[in-house]
């Protein structure tokens, strides 16, 4: 049975950071979604490790980075310059399969139980 454990969320200040971490095995495509009330999860970043490549959403784009670290077994994602509008339900997902991030929610099959992220203004 593949765990997805997320930790790291909390409340910060606005141009603030924080880094939220998933233990999880290694799998080809991993990623963090987050959600917030009353919207659709929607994906963050993304990393296909066989290839080397990661993608991320225009809402990250130069202020997340997503990496994995093969020795700990963790997913990070790295969140700076923190607005009100990242607070949200962030999720860490996991499939093995092709082309998952393309797929958005339905690309993956493995779930977090999420870790809350308030960004205050």
């Known amino acids: 049975q593949v765990q997805l454990v997320e930790s790291g969320g909390g409340s910060v200040q606005a141009g603030g950071s924080l880094r939220l971490s998933c233990e999880a095995a290694e799998h080809s495509c991993m990623a963090w979604f987050r959600q917030a009330p009353g919207t659709e999860r929607e994906g963050v970043a993304g990393?296909?490790?066989?290839?080397?490549?990661?993608i991320y959403a225009d809402s990250g784009k130069g202020r997340f980075t997503i990496s994995y670290d093969n020795a700990k077994k963790t997913l990070y994602l790295q969140m700076n310059a923190l607005e009100p509008e990242d607070t949200a339900m962030y999720y860490c997902?996991?499939?093995?399969?092709?082309?998952?991030?393309?797929?958005?929610?339905?690309?993956?099959?493995?779930w977090g139980q999420g870790t809350q992220v308030t960004v205050s203004s």
């Open positions: 990393i296909y490790h066989f290839v080397g490549k990661t």
């Open positions: 997902a996991a499939d093995s399969g092709g082309d998952c991030w393309d797929y958005g929610v339905r690309g993956f099959g493995f």
